[in-house]
Protein backbone atom coordinates (compact mmCIF):
# COMPACT_ATOMS: atom_id res chain seq x y z
CA UNK A 1 0.00 0.00 0.00
CA UNK A 2 2.69 2.29 0.75
CA UNK A 3 4.68 1.42 -2.42
CA UNK A 4 1.59 2.26 -4.52
CA UNK A 5 1.24 5.95 -2.54
CA UNK A 6 5.11 6.34 -3.16
CA UNK A 7 4.52 5.43 -7.13
CA UNK A 8 1.42 7.13 -7.34
CA UNK A 9 3.20 10.15 -5.92
CA UNK A 10 6.13 9.87 -8.22
CA UNK A 11 3.85 9.73 -11.11
CA UNK A 12 2.14 12.85 -10.37
CA UNK A 13 5.73 14.43 -9.90
CA UNK A 14 6.47 13.97 -13.31
CA UNK A 15 3.35 14.68 -14.69
CA UNK A 16 3.31 17.84 -12.80
CA UNK A 17 7.25 18.54 -14.38
CA UNK A 18 6.44 17.51 -17.60
CA UNK A 19 3.55 20.18 -17.93
CA UNK A 20 5.80 22.84 -16.03
CA UNK A 21 8.45 21.94 -18.95
CA UNK A 22 5.69 22.34 -21.89
CA UNK A 23 4.58 25.01 -20.36
CA UNK A 24 7.58 26.60 -20.46
CA UNK A 25 8.71 25.02 -23.63
CA UNK A 26 5.49 25.80 -25.94
CA UNK A 27 6.93 29.87 -25.66
CA UNK A 28 10.32 29.38 -26.27
CA UNK A 29 9.57 27.13 -29.34
CA UNK A 30 6.74 29.60 -30.35
CA UNK A 31 9.79 32.43 -30.37
CA UNK A 32 12.20 29.85 -32.28
CA UNK A 33 9.83 28.40 -34.60
CA UNK A 34 9.95 31.51 -36.86
CA UNK A 35 13.05 32.00 -36.96
CA UNK A 36 14.01 28.18 -37.99
CA UNK A 37 11.22 28.21 -40.66
CA UNK A 38 12.02 32.25 -41.87
CA UNK A 39 9.06 32.73 -45.06
CA UNK A 40 11.65 34.19 -47.45
CA UNK A 41 11.68 38.41 -48.04
CA UNK A 42 10.78 37.87 -51.32
CA UNK A 43 8.20 34.77 -51.97
CA UNK A 44 7.19 35.34 -55.72
CA UNK A 45 11.14 35.84 -56.53
CA UNK A 46 11.56 33.10 -55.11
CA UNK A 47 8.77 31.51 -56.80
CA UNK A 48 10.14 33.28 -60.07
CA UNK A 49 13.63 31.94 -59.54
CA UNK A 50 12.62 28.19 -59.16
CA UNK A 51 10.07 28.82 -62.34
CA UNK A 52 13.45 30.01 -64.27
CA UNK A 53 15.50 26.79 -63.01
CA UNK A 54 12.58 24.65 -63.90
CA UNK A 55 12.64 26.24 -67.25
CA UNK A 56 16.02 25.28 -68.00
CA UNK A 57 15.20 21.61 -68.28
CA UNK A 58 11.87 22.18 -69.53
CA UNK A 59 12.81 24.27 -72.26
CA UNK A 60 15.98 22.81 -73.54
CA UNK A 61 15.34 22.80 -76.64
CA UNK A 62 14.47 26.27 -77.18
CA UNK A 63 17.47 27.51 -74.94
CA UNK A 64 19.71 25.78 -77.18
CA UNK A 65 18.06 27.90 -80.29
CA UNK A 66 18.26 30.93 -78.50
CA UNK A 67 21.96 30.37 -77.89
CA UNK A 68 22.73 29.58 -81.29
CA UNK A 69 20.90 32.55 -82.35
CA UNK A 70 21.91 34.83 -80.18
CA UNK A 71 25.29 36.00 -82.50
CA UNK A 72 23.05 36.35 -85.40
CA UNK A 73 20.85 38.72 -83.51
CA UNK A 74 22.87 41.10 -81.50
CA UNK A 75 24.88 41.63 -85.05
CA UNK A 76 21.95 42.05 -86.56
CA UNK A 77 20.65 44.71 -84.73
CA UNK A 78 24.09 46.10 -83.38
CA UNK A 79 23.93 46.74 -87.52
CA UNK A 80 20.99 48.04 -87.86
CA UNK A 81 21.18 50.57 -84.94
CA UNK A 82 24.60 52.73 -86.38
CA UNK A 83 23.08 53.20 -89.47
CA UNK A 84 19.56 54.19 -89.00
CA UNK A 85 18.04 52.47 -91.32
CA UNK A 86 17.10 48.46 -92.06
CA UNK A 87 17.67 49.25 -95.50
CA UNK A 88 21.61 50.06 -95.19
CA UNK A 89 21.59 46.75 -93.27
CA UNK A 90 20.36 44.53 -95.94
CA UNK A 91 22.63 46.40 -98.65
CA UNK A 92 25.46 44.44 -96.17
CA UNK A 93 23.59 41.25 -96.51
CA UNK A 94 23.10 41.58 -100.23
CA UNK A 95 26.49 43.40 -101.06
CA UNK A 96 28.82 42.27 -98.72
CA UNK A 97 27.95 38.88 -97.62
CA UNK A 98 31.08 38.01 -97.07
CA UNK A 99 31.86 40.88 -95.15
CA UNK A 100 28.42 39.73 -92.96
CA UNK A 101 29.29 36.61 -92.61
CA UNK A 102 32.53 37.58 -90.99
CA UNK A 103 30.83 39.55 -88.35
CA UNK A 104 28.75 36.61 -87.54
CA UNK A 105 31.73 34.56 -86.91
CA UNK A 106 33.46 37.07 -84.94
CA UNK A 107 30.10 37.45 -82.93
CA UNK A 108 29.88 34.31 -82.85
CA UNK A 109 33.47 33.58 -81.15
CA UNK A 110 32.79 36.06 -78.67
CA UNK A 111 29.45 34.85 -77.18
CA UNK A 112 31.20 31.63 -76.86
CA UNK A 113 34.11 33.27 -74.93
CA UNK A 114 32.04 35.11 -72.81
CA UNK A 115 29.62 32.00 -72.24
CA UNK A 116 32.89 30.39 -71.09
CA UNK A 117 33.45 32.54 -68.52
CA UNK A 118 29.61 33.74 -67.11
CA UNK A 119 28.04 29.93 -67.74
CA UNK A 120 25.17 31.32 -67.24
CA UNK A 121 23.52 32.09 -70.98
CA UNK A 122 20.96 34.99 -70.17
CA UNK A 123 24.26 36.96 -68.39
CA UNK A 124 26.45 36.47 -71.13
CA UNK A 125 23.51 37.23 -73.61
CA UNK A 126 22.88 40.52 -71.18
CA UNK A 127 26.72 41.65 -71.33
CA UNK A 128 27.35 40.97 -75.09
CA UNK A 129 23.94 43.27 -76.06
CA UNK A 130 25.43 45.67 -73.34
CA UNK A 131 28.71 46.14 -75.08
CA UNK A 132 27.44 45.80 -78.58
CA UNK A 133 24.38 47.81 -78.74
CA UNK A 134 26.88 50.52 -76.76
CA UNK A 135 29.17 50.46 -79.63
CA UNK A 136 26.72 50.87 -82.14
CA UNK A 137 24.97 53.64 -80.23
CA UNK A 138 28.53 55.49 -79.81
CA UNK A 139 29.20 55.17 -83.83
CA UNK A 140 25.89 56.31 -84.80
CA UNK A 141 26.32 60.05 -82.72
CA UNK A 142 30.17 60.42 -83.33
CA UNK A 143 29.46 60.12 -86.81
CA UNK A 144 26.25 62.10 -86.49
CA UNK A 145 28.51 65.06 -84.71
CA UNK A 146 31.44 65.21 -86.48
CA UNK A 147 31.49 62.44 -89.48
CA UNK A 148 34.06 60.17 -88.65
CA UNK A 149 33.55 56.72 -87.67
CA UNK A 150 34.37 54.97 -84.22
CA UNK A 151 37.48 53.41 -84.06
CA UNK A 152 38.31 51.11 -81.11
CA UNK A 153 41.11 53.42 -79.82
CA UNK A 154 38.44 56.25 -79.33
CA UNK A 155 37.64 54.71 -76.48
CA UNK A 156 40.66 56.09 -74.37
CA UNK A 157 38.16 59.43 -74.05
CA UNK A 158 35.97 57.24 -71.58
CA UNK A 159 36.87 58.97 -69.15
CA UNK A 160 36.52 62.25 -70.78
CA UNK A 161 32.80 61.12 -71.25
CA UNK A 162 31.49 64.21 -69.68
CA UNK A 163 33.47 66.88 -71.16
CA UNK A 164 32.64 64.82 -74.63
CA UNK A 165 28.49 64.94 -74.07
CA UNK A 166 28.73 68.19 -74.52
CA UNK A 167 30.15 68.06 -78.38
CA UNK A 168 28.32 65.32 -79.42
CA UNK A 169 24.42 66.15 -81.10
CA UNK A 170 23.05 62.91 -78.77
CA UNK A 171 19.12 62.74 -80.48
CA UNK A 172 16.97 59.83 -79.31
CA UNK A 173 14.19 58.96 -81.69
CA UNK A 174 11.53 56.59 -81.78
CA UNK A 175 13.48 54.23 -84.31
CA UNK A 176 16.74 54.12 -81.69
CA UNK A 177 14.03 53.53 -78.42
CA UNK A 178 12.36 50.67 -80.67
CA UNK A 179 15.67 49.01 -81.83
CA UNK A 180 16.33 49.18 -77.68
CA UNK A 181 13.09 47.63 -76.77
CA UNK A 182 14.00 44.22 -79.19
CA UNK A 183 17.14 44.08 -77.45
CA UNK A 184 15.30 44.04 -73.85
CA UNK A 185 12.81 41.77 -74.96
CA UNK A 186 15.52 39.07 -76.32
CA UNK A 187 17.49 39.30 -73.07
CA UNK A 188 14.13 39.34 -70.91
CA UNK A 189 13.18 36.43 -72.72
CA UNK A 190 16.90 34.81 -71.96
CA UNK A 191 16.65 35.78 -68.74
CA UNK A 192 12.93 34.00 -67.86
CA UNK A 193 13.85 30.65 -69.66
CA UNK A 194 17.48 30.29 -68.05
CA UNK A 195 19.50 28.95 -70.72
CA UNK A 196 23.05 27.93 -69.26
CA UNK A 197 25.94 25.27 -69.99
CA UNK A 198 26.64 22.00 -68.10
CA UNK A 199 30.70 22.32 -69.13
CA UNK A 200 33.52 21.54 -66.44
CA UNK A 201 35.71 24.01 -65.37
CA UNK A 202 38.66 22.13 -67.72
CA UNK A 203 36.03 22.46 -71.06
CA UNK A 204 34.92 25.87 -70.06
CA UNK A 205 39.12 27.19 -70.30
CA UNK A 206 38.62 24.92 -74.00
CA UNK A 207 36.41 27.14 -74.89
CA UNK A 208 37.76 30.57 -73.75
CA UNK A 209 41.11 29.76 -75.09
CA UNK A 210 39.62 28.49 -78.77
CA UNK A 211 37.73 31.81 -79.29
CA UNK A 212 40.37 34.29 -77.40
CA UNK A 213 43.71 32.68 -79.30
CA UNK A 214 42.41 33.35 -83.05
CA UNK A 215 40.26 36.83 -81.84
CA UNK A 216 43.48 37.79 -80.46
CA UNK A 217 45.59 36.71 -83.82
CA UNK A 218 43.20 38.87 -85.68
CA UNK A 219 44.74 41.52 -84.22
CA UNK A 220 48.50 41.21 -83.72
CA UNK A 221 49.42 38.86 -86.22
CA UNK A 222 49.79 40.05 -89.81
CA UNK A 223 50.71 36.45 -91.04
CA UNK A 224 46.69 35.31 -89.82
CA UNK A 225 45.00 38.25 -90.29
CA UNK A 226 46.05 38.95 -93.94
CA UNK A 227 44.41 36.20 -95.38
CA UNK A 228 41.35 36.09 -93.25
CA UNK A 229 40.91 39.36 -94.52
CA UNK A 230 41.38 38.86 -98.36
CA UNK A 231 39.34 35.67 -98.00
CA UNK A 232 36.16 37.53 -96.30
CA UNK A 233 36.99 40.48 -99.25
CA UNK A 234 37.38 43.08 -96.27
CA UNK A 235 38.41 46.23 -97.42
CA UNK A 236 42.39 47.13 -96.42
CA UNK A 237 43.70 49.97 -98.07
CA UNK A 238 45.53 52.17 -95.53
CA UNK A 239 42.95 54.72 -94.90
CA UNK A 240 45.67 57.87 -94.46
CA UNK A 241 43.64 60.65 -94.07
CA UNK A 242 39.77 60.56 -92.44
CA UNK A 243 37.96 60.58 -95.94
CA UNK A 244 39.32 57.65 -96.83
CA UNK A 245 38.91 55.65 -93.45
CA UNK A 246 34.99 56.62 -94.02
CA UNK A 247 35.22 55.08 -97.36
CA UNK A 248 36.27 51.89 -96.03
CA UNK A 249 33.21 52.14 -93.63
CA UNK A 250 31.46 52.26 -96.10
CA UNK A 251 32.67 48.67 -97.60
CA UNK A 252 33.54 47.36 -94.39
CA UNK A 253 30.31 48.91 -92.19
CA UNK A 254 30.86 48.56 -88.50
CA UNK A 255 31.96 45.58 -86.70
CA UNK A 256 34.47 44.20 -89.60
CA UNK A 257 35.22 47.80 -89.25
CA UNK A 258 36.15 47.72 -85.70
CA UNK A 259 37.99 44.78 -86.12
CA UNK A 260 40.25 45.50 -88.97
CA UNK A 261 40.84 49.57 -87.54
CA UNK A 262 42.03 47.60 -84.56
CA UNK A 263 44.71 45.37 -87.15
CA UNK A 264 45.59 48.54 -88.49
CA UNK A 265 46.49 50.46 -85.02
CA UNK A 266 48.16 47.53 -83.52
CA UNK A 267 50.73 47.58 -86.26
CA UNK A 268 50.95 51.01 -86.57
CA UNK A 269 52.39 51.07 -83.00
CA UNK A 270 55.67 52.64 -82.13
CA UNK A 271 58.54 50.71 -82.15
CA UNK A 272 62.12 51.73 -81.58
CA UNK A 273 64.10 51.42 -84.63
CA UNK A 274 67.34 48.86 -84.36
CA UNK A 275 69.41 51.77 -85.79
CA UNK A 276 68.43 53.96 -82.77
CA UNK A 277 71.64 54.84 -80.59
CA UNK A 278 73.38 57.73 -78.78
CA UNK A 279 75.83 57.21 -81.14
CA UNK A 280 72.89 57.79 -83.95
CA UNK A 281 71.47 61.09 -82.60
CA UNK A 282 74.80 62.59 -82.16
CA UNK A 283 75.91 61.90 -85.73
CA UNK A 284 72.73 63.31 -86.48
CA UNK A 285 72.65 66.85 -85.04
CA UNK A 286 76.33 67.42 -85.69
CA UNK A 287 76.07 70.03 -87.93
CA UNK A 288 77.94 73.64 -86.87
CA UNK A 289 75.48 76.24 -85.06
CA UNK A 290 75.77 79.74 -84.89
CA UNK A 291 75.57 81.00 -81.52
CA UNK A 292 75.66 85.04 -82.18
CA UNK A 293 71.71 84.98 -82.19
CA UNK A 294 71.18 87.76 -79.13
CA UNK A 295 67.38 88.83 -79.64
CA UNK A 296 67.83 91.49 -82.11
CA UNK A 297 70.37 93.27 -79.87
CA UNK A 298 68.83 92.29 -77.04
CA UNK A 299 64.92 92.39 -77.07
CA UNK A 300 62.89 89.94 -76.21
CA UNK A 301 59.58 90.33 -77.57
CA UNK A 302 56.46 88.39 -76.66
CA UNK A 303 55.24 85.68 -78.46
CA UNK A 304 52.03 84.45 -78.49
CA UNK A 305 51.10 81.56 -80.39
CA UNK A 306 47.20 81.47 -80.97
CA UNK A 307 45.70 78.34 -82.15
CA UNK A 308 41.99 78.56 -82.64
CA UNK A 309 39.73 75.75 -81.92
CA UNK A 310 37.79 74.88 -85.86
CA UNK A 311 38.93 78.19 -87.30
CA UNK A 312 38.96 78.02 -91.04
CA UNK A 313 38.48 79.48 -94.33
CA UNK A 314 35.64 77.78 -96.35
CA UNK A 315 36.51 80.56 -99.12
CA UNK A 316 38.79 78.08 -100.52
CA UNK A 317 35.95 76.18 -101.74
CA UNK A 318 34.89 78.94 -104.85
CA UNK A 319 30.67 77.08 -104.81
CA UNK A 320 29.99 77.97 -101.13
CA UNK A 321 30.62 81.65 -102.39
CA UNK A 322 30.93 82.50 -99.07
CA UNK A 323 31.21 86.52 -98.02
CA UNK A 324 34.73 88.13 -97.40
CA UNK A 325 32.97 89.90 -94.54
CA UNK A 326 33.43 86.99 -92.22
CA UNK A 327 37.26 87.27 -92.56
CA UNK A 328 37.19 90.73 -92.64
CA UNK A 329 40.25 91.34 -90.05
CA UNK A 330 41.64 88.15 -90.27
CA UNK A 331 42.47 89.72 -93.95
CA UNK A 332 43.75 92.74 -92.80
CA UNK A 333 46.12 91.03 -89.69
CA UNK A 334 47.66 89.28 -93.19
CA UNK A 335 47.87 92.43 -95.04
CA UNK A 336 49.63 94.36 -91.85
CA UNK A 337 51.95 90.88 -91.11
CA UNK A 338 52.57 88.02 -93.43
CA UNK A 339 50.47 85.32 -94.35
CA UNK A 340 50.39 82.04 -95.91
CA UNK A 341 49.49 78.45 -95.35
CA UNK A 342 50.37 76.22 -93.16
CA UNK A 343 49.71 72.21 -93.35
CA UNK A 344 47.76 70.72 -90.60
CA UNK A 345 47.65 66.98 -89.16
CA UNK A 346 44.09 66.57 -88.57
CA UNK A 347 40.93 67.96 -89.89
CA UNK A 348 37.48 68.05 -88.10
CA UNK A 349 38.90 66.32 -84.48
CA UNK A 350 42.17 65.58 -82.62
CA UNK A 351 43.43 69.09 -81.58
CA UNK A 352 46.04 67.72 -79.80
CA UNK A 353 47.89 65.94 -83.02
CA UNK A 354 47.77 70.19 -83.99
CA UNK A 355 48.70 70.96 -80.90
CA UNK A 356 51.32 68.65 -80.10
CA UNK A 357 53.35 69.81 -83.35
CA UNK A 358 52.95 73.73 -82.51
CA UNK A 359 54.14 73.22 -79.01
CA UNK A 360 56.95 70.28 -79.99
CA UNK A 361 58.48 71.77 -83.23
CA UNK A 362 57.86 67.76 -84.00
CA UNK A 363 56.27 65.81 -86.38
CA UNK A 364 53.23 63.44 -85.16
CA UNK A 365 54.04 61.18 -88.13
CA UNK A 366 57.30 60.58 -86.22
CA UNK A 367 55.53 58.97 -84.17
CA UNK A 368 53.07 57.24 -86.27
CA UNK A 369 50.28 59.98 -85.77
CA UNK A 370 47.98 59.10 -83.23
CA UNK A 371 45.26 60.28 -82.57
CA UNK A 372 46.30 61.57 -78.94
CA UNK A 373 49.95 62.15 -79.21
CA UNK A 374 50.04 63.35 -75.80
CA UNK A 375 49.50 59.41 -74.34
CA UNK A 376 52.89 58.79 -76.20
CA UNK A 377 54.72 61.19 -74.47
CA UNK A 378 57.71 59.61 -71.94
CA UNK A 379 56.62 60.67 -68.27
CA UNK A 380 59.14 63.40 -67.50
CA UNK A 381 60.09 66.70 -68.33
CA UNK A 382 59.44 67.12 -72.10
CA UNK A 383 61.62 69.38 -74.36
CA UNK A 384 58.40 71.47 -75.44
CA UNK A 385 59.22 75.04 -76.71
CA UNK A 386 58.06 76.45 -73.63
CA UNK A 387 61.48 75.01 -72.04
CA UNK A 388 63.66 76.85 -74.35
CA UNK A 389 61.40 80.45 -73.46
CA UNK A 390 61.68 79.43 -69.84
CA UNK A 391 65.62 79.34 -70.42
CA UNK A 392 66.10 82.21 -71.73
CA UNK A 393 63.99 84.40 -69.18
CA UNK A 394 60.27 84.37 -70.59
CA UNK A 395 57.66 83.56 -68.45
CA UNK A 396 55.76 80.56 -69.92
CA UNK A 397 51.91 80.35 -69.65
CA UNK A 398 49.43 78.02 -70.72
CA UNK A 399 45.62 78.85 -71.72
CA UNK A 400 42.84 76.97 -72.63
CA UNK A 401 39.43 77.76 -71.66
CA UNK A 402 38.21 74.38 -70.77
CA UNK A 403 38.59 71.45 -68.51
CA UNK A 404 41.70 70.77 -67.48
CA UNK A 405 41.38 67.20 -67.31
CA UNK A 406 40.32 67.07 -70.96
CA UNK A 407 42.97 64.96 -72.78
CA UNK A 408 44.78 64.80 -69.32
CA UNK A 409 46.58 68.48 -69.85
CA UNK A 410 46.70 69.22 -66.49
CA UNK A 411 48.08 66.34 -65.92
CA UNK A 412 50.50 65.81 -68.72
CA UNK A 413 51.34 69.68 -70.34
CA UNK A 414 52.82 70.46 -66.41
CA UNK A 415 55.98 68.43 -68.13
CA UNK A 416 56.02 70.97 -70.75
CA UNK A 417 57.85 73.90 -69.20
CA UNK A 418 54.70 76.17 -68.59
CA UNK A 419 54.82 77.79 -65.65
CA UNK A 420 51.38 79.37 -65.55
CA UNK A 421 48.51 77.07 -66.69
CA UNK A 422 44.97 78.52 -67.47
CA UNK A 423 41.76 76.49 -67.70
CA UNK A 424 38.09 76.87 -67.21
CA UNK A 425 36.52 73.88 -65.27
CA UNK A 426 33.24 75.09 -64.27
CA UNK A 427 31.53 77.45 -66.58
CA UNK A 428 29.59 79.01 -63.86
CA UNK A 429 32.81 80.23 -62.41
CA UNK A 430 35.98 82.20 -63.49
CA UNK A 431 38.18 80.16 -61.01
CA UNK A 432 41.60 80.39 -63.19
CA UNK A 433 41.02 83.50 -65.65
CA UNK A 434 41.95 86.81 -64.45
CA UNK A 435 39.44 88.77 -66.27
CA UNK A 436 35.64 88.26 -66.79
CA UNK A 437 34.54 84.96 -68.72
CA UNK A 438 32.30 85.76 -71.19
CA UNK A 439 30.88 82.83 -73.54
CA UNK A 440 29.31 82.89 -77.23
CA UNK A 441 27.66 79.91 -78.03
CA UNK A 442 28.84 76.24 -75.84
CA UNK A 443 32.00 77.37 -74.85
CA UNK A 444 34.45 80.59 -73.62
CA UNK A 445 34.12 83.73 -76.08
CA UNK A 446 37.36 84.01 -77.90
CA UNK A 447 37.46 87.87 -76.45
CA UNK A 448 37.79 86.51 -72.69
CA UNK A 449 40.92 84.71 -74.00
CA UNK A 450 42.68 87.82 -75.99
CA UNK A 451 42.09 89.42 -72.76
CA UNK A 452 43.29 87.01 -70.61
CA UNK A 453 46.18 87.36 -72.27
CA UNK A 454 46.60 91.14 -72.73
CA UNK A 455 46.44 90.66 -68.73
CA UNK A 456 48.94 88.23 -68.67
CA UNK A 457 51.60 90.66 -70.73
CA UNK A 458 50.47 93.93 -68.48
CA UNK A 459 51.07 91.32 -65.80
CA UNK A 460 54.16 90.35 -66.24
CA UNK A 461 57.74 91.93 -65.46
CA UNK A 462 59.27 89.36 -68.00
CA UNK A 463 58.93 88.73 -71.87
CA UNK A 464 56.24 85.93 -72.12
CA UNK A 465 55.69 83.20 -73.94
CA UNK A 466 51.96 81.95 -74.07
CA UNK A 467 50.30 79.45 -76.34
CA UNK A 468 46.49 79.25 -76.35
CA UNK A 469 44.30 76.70 -77.62
CA UNK A 470 40.80 78.24 -78.01
CA UNK A 471 37.35 76.69 -77.50
CA UNK A 472 34.67 79.36 -78.87
CA UNK A 473 33.84 78.10 -82.13
CA UNK A 474 34.00 74.31 -81.54
CA UNK A 475 30.52 72.49 -81.97
CA UNK A 476 28.04 72.18 -81.51
CA UNK A 477 26.88 74.27 -84.15
CA UNK A 478 23.29 74.82 -83.41
CA UNK A 479 22.90 78.04 -81.91
CA UNK A 480 22.08 80.32 -84.19
CA UNK A 481 19.10 82.01 -86.24
CA UNK A 482 18.53 78.68 -87.56
CA UNK A 483 19.58 75.91 -85.13
CA UNK A 484 19.40 73.49 -88.57
CA UNK A 485 22.11 75.38 -90.52
CA UNK A 486 25.13 74.55 -89.10
CA UNK A 487 27.13 76.05 -91.85
CA UNK A 488 25.92 79.17 -91.06
CA UNK A 489 25.57 79.56 -87.81
CA UNK A 490 29.59 78.25 -87.96
CA UNK A 491 30.21 81.80 -90.18
CA UNK A 492 28.61 83.72 -87.59
CA UNK A 493 31.00 82.63 -85.02
CA UNK A 494 34.18 83.12 -87.04
CA UNK A 495 32.58 86.21 -87.57
CA UNK A 496 32.77 86.88 -83.82
CA UNK A 497 36.21 85.74 -83.64
CA UNK A 498 37.33 88.04 -86.07
CA UNK A 499 36.04 91.13 -84.39
CA UNK A 500 37.27 90.02 -80.72
CA UNK A 501 40.77 89.48 -83.17
CA UNK A 502 40.30 93.06 -84.28
CA UNK A 503 40.13 94.74 -80.66
CA UNK A 504 42.65 92.32 -79.77
CA UNK A 505 45.29 93.19 -82.15
CA UNK A 506 44.12 97.43 -81.99
CA UNK A 507 44.86 97.16 -77.51
CA UNK A 508 48.36 95.29 -78.81
CA UNK A 509 49.21 98.57 -81.08
CA UNK A 510 49.05 100.03 -77.51
CA UNK A 511 51.49 98.25 -75.52
CA UNK A 512 54.92 99.23 -75.60
CA UNK A 513 56.10 96.04 -75.54
CA UNK A 514 57.40 93.96 -78.69
CA UNK A 515 54.73 91.29 -79.41
CA UNK A 516 54.57 88.98 -82.41
CA UNK A 517 51.56 87.42 -83.48
CA UNK A 518 50.92 83.75 -84.74
CA UNK A 519 47.56 82.72 -85.30
CA UNK A 520 46.43 79.73 -87.31
CA UNK A 521 42.96 77.12 -86.69
CA UNK A 522 43.62 73.60 -85.62
CA UNK A 523 41.15 72.17 -88.53
CA UNK A 524 38.13 72.57 -90.62
CA UNK A 525 35.42 72.20 -88.45
CA UNK A 526 33.43 69.00 -87.49
CA UNK A 527 30.32 68.75 -89.41
CA UNK A 528 27.04 66.42 -88.98
CA UNK A 529 28.04 63.54 -91.12
CA UNK A 530 25.35 62.99 -93.76
CA UNK A 531 23.88 66.48 -93.67
CA UNK A 532 27.34 68.33 -93.72
CA UNK A 533 28.63 70.66 -96.26
CA UNK A 534 31.33 68.58 -96.83
CA UNK A 535 28.83 65.89 -98.60
CA UNK A 536 27.22 69.08 -100.73
CA UNK A 537 31.20 69.59 -102.10
CA UNK A 538 31.61 66.06 -103.05
CA UNK A 539 34.56 65.43 -101.07
CA UNK A 540 36.08 61.99 -101.00
CA UNK A 541 39.64 60.73 -99.89
CA UNK A 542 41.32 61.73 -103.06
CA UNK A 543 40.01 65.58 -103.44
CA UNK A 544 39.92 66.50 -99.73
CA UNK A 545 43.90 68.11 -99.16
CA UNK A 546 42.40 71.95 -98.70
CA UNK A 547 40.66 70.31 -95.61
CA UNK A 548 44.19 69.97 -94.29
CA UNK A 549 45.79 73.66 -95.87
CA UNK A 550 45.24 76.24 -93.07
CA UNK A 551 45.72 79.98 -93.53
CA UNK A 552 47.63 81.29 -91.41
CA UNK A 553 49.07 85.08 -89.98
CA UNK A 554 52.41 86.35 -88.51
CA UNK A 555 51.38 89.62 -87.08
CA UNK A 556 53.96 92.35 -84.75
CA UNK A 557 53.54 95.55 -83.07
CA UNK A 558 56.73 96.08 -83.73
CA UNK A 559 58.87 96.02 -87.31
CA UNK A 560 59.75 92.24 -87.27
CA UNK A 561 61.68 90.60 -90.09
CA UNK A 562 58.90 88.62 -91.83
CA UNK A 563 61.90 87.78 -94.64
CA UNK A 564 62.32 84.52 -92.78
CA UNK A 565 58.44 83.28 -93.20
CA UNK A 566 58.95 81.15 -96.11
CA UNK A 567 56.70 81.66 -98.87
CA UNK A 568 55.57 78.05 -99.77
CA UNK A 569 53.54 75.89 -97.85
CA UNK A 570 54.76 74.05 -94.54
CA UNK A 571 53.60 71.18 -91.94
CA UNK A 572 52.42 73.35 -88.67
CA UNK A 573 55.35 71.44 -86.45
CA UNK A 574 58.27 73.88 -88.71
CA UNK A 575 56.08 77.22 -86.96
CA UNK A 576 58.23 77.24 -83.86
CA UNK A 577 61.42 77.62 -85.80
CA UNK A 578 59.87 80.34 -88.20
CA UNK A 579 58.72 82.18 -85.08
CA UNK A 580 62.65 81.37 -83.31
CA UNK A 581 63.97 82.79 -86.36
CA UNK A 582 61.92 86.05 -86.76
CA UNK A 583 62.54 86.58 -83.02
CA UNK A 584 66.28 86.14 -83.75
CA UNK A 585 66.44 83.78 -80.84
CA UNK A 586 69.49 81.39 -80.23
CA UNK A 587 69.82 77.92 -82.00
CA UNK A 588 71.51 74.82 -80.54
CA UNK A 589 72.24 71.94 -83.22
CA UNK A 590 68.49 70.54 -82.86
CA UNK A 591 67.16 74.05 -84.05
CA UNK A 592 69.64 74.01 -86.77
CA UNK A 593 68.56 70.69 -87.75
CA UNK A 594 64.71 71.24 -87.93
CA UNK A 595 65.50 74.69 -89.82
CA UNK A 596 67.51 72.32 -91.97
CA UNK A 597 64.24 70.32 -93.06
CA UNK A 598 62.39 72.89 -93.38
CA UNK A 599 64.19 73.63 -96.28
CA UNK A 600 64.10 70.47 -97.71
CA UNK A 601 61.03 68.69 -96.44
CA UNK A 602 58.50 71.85 -96.08
CA UNK A 603 55.49 69.41 -95.53
CA UNK A 604 55.88 66.18 -93.94
CA UNK A 605 52.23 64.78 -93.22
CA UNK A 606 50.35 61.31 -94.72
CA UNK A 607 47.16 63.16 -93.91
CA UNK A 608 47.85 65.46 -96.84
CA UNK A 609 49.93 63.69 -98.89
CA UNK A 610 50.38 60.29 -98.41
CA UNK A 611 52.78 59.79 -101.57
CA UNK A 612 55.99 62.11 -99.16
CA UNK A 613 58.27 58.72 -98.20
CA UNK A 614 59.19 58.49 -94.28
CA UNK A 615 62.06 60.53 -92.91
CA UNK A 616 64.18 57.99 -91.35
CA UNK A 617 66.38 60.74 -89.31
CA UNK A 618 63.53 62.52 -88.52
CA UNK A 619 61.45 59.93 -87.38
CA UNK A 620 64.05 58.83 -84.89
CA UNK A 621 64.89 62.64 -84.02
CA UNK A 622 61.42 62.88 -82.40
CA UNK A 623 61.06 59.69 -80.99
CA UNK A 624 64.30 60.33 -79.18
CA UNK A 625 62.82 63.68 -77.66
CA UNK A 626 59.56 62.68 -76.53
CA UNK A 627 59.77 58.99 -76.44
CA UNK A 628 62.99 57.88 -75.61
CA UNK A 629 66.06 58.83 -74.02
CA UNK A 630 66.29 62.63 -75.27
CA UNK A 631 70.14 62.39 -76.55
CA UNK A 632 69.51 65.32 -78.94
CA UNK A 633 69.71 68.95 -77.54
CA UNK A 634 67.76 69.58 -74.76
CA UNK A 635 66.57 73.15 -73.39
CA UNK A 636 66.25 71.57 -70.13
CA UNK A 637 68.97 71.45 -67.64
CA UNK A 638 70.74 68.37 -66.76
CA UNK A 639 69.76 68.48 -62.95
CA UNK A 640 65.94 68.70 -63.87
CA UNK A 641 66.15 65.56 -66.68
CA UNK A 642 68.50 63.74 -63.96
CA UNK A 643 65.53 63.91 -61.48
CA UNK A 644 62.68 62.55 -64.09
CA UNK A 645 65.14 59.73 -65.20
Excluded at 448 to 469: A, G, R, W
Aim: glycine fraction near 4%; hydrophobic fraction near 40%; proline fraction near 6%.
Amino acid sequence: MAKKTINSALDSAVKTEKALINDVKDPIEAAISPAEEKKPRFPKLKKFNEKREKNSVKYSKLNTFIMIIFPIFICCMAEITQSKYISSFVNLVTDRPTVFLFDLIITAMFFVFLLGIFKKGWLTILIQSFIYMALSTTELFKYGTNGNHLILSDMKLVRSVKSLTSFAYIKITPRLILYYVIAVAFIYLAFYLNPKIKASPIRRVTMCCACLLPMSALIVLPSFYKPVYNAFKLDTTDATNAFKLNEKFDKNHFLAFLVQTASESYANRLVVPETYSEEYINQITDIPVDTYEDFNGGQKPNVIVIMSESYADFRVFNELKVDDNYYKYFDRAISEGKGGIAITPTYASWTVRSEFELLFGLPVRGINTPNMPQRELADREQPALAQYYKSWGYNTVYVHPFQSNFYSRAKIYGHFGFEKMVYHDDQDATTDFNVPVDHFGTYVDDSTVFDQILYEIKDSDKPIYLHTTTMQNHQPYDQGEDPNNEFVNYLTWIQHTNEGLHSFLAELKKIDEPTLVFFVGDHFPSLRGETSVYNQLGLTGENCSPLYQQKYFFWSNYNADFSYVPENEFSFFYVPYIILNIIDAPHDAFIEKMNGYMKTLPVYSTEYNDEIPRNEELDILTMDRVVLEEFSPSPIPDDELSTHD
